[in-house]
């Protein structure tokens, strides 16, 4: 799963967490260790699963410049 890989992308986002504690937190969601390291998606497999998304949020944000600078909403 990349135990280090999630504390990491966590430490990025201010949250500092240990490795055993993201292990165990997957593994009460039913989220075990992925067997097969080198199956992965494919790009044009993930857009086409997430089109949806990526085009609201590319057509629903506009960015506004205020008197603190320049904001996206």
């Known amino acids: 799963m990349g135990y280090t890989r999630i504390c990491g992308a966590l430490a990025n986002?201010?949250?500092e967490v240990g490795r055993?504690?993201?292990k165990r937190?997957?593994?009460e969601h039913g989220i075990e260790p992925a067997t097969a390291r080198d199956k992965r998606t494919p790009w044009s497999t993930f857009l086409k699963a997430h089109w949806g998304?990526?085009?609201a949020k590319d057509f629903f944000t506009v960015e506004v410049l205020t008197a603190p600078g320049l904001i996206r909403y």
């Open 53 to 55: 998304a990526i085009a």
């Open 13 to 15: 986002m201010g949250h």
């Open 25 to 27: 937190i997957l593994a």
């Open 20 to 22: 055993n504690t993201v």
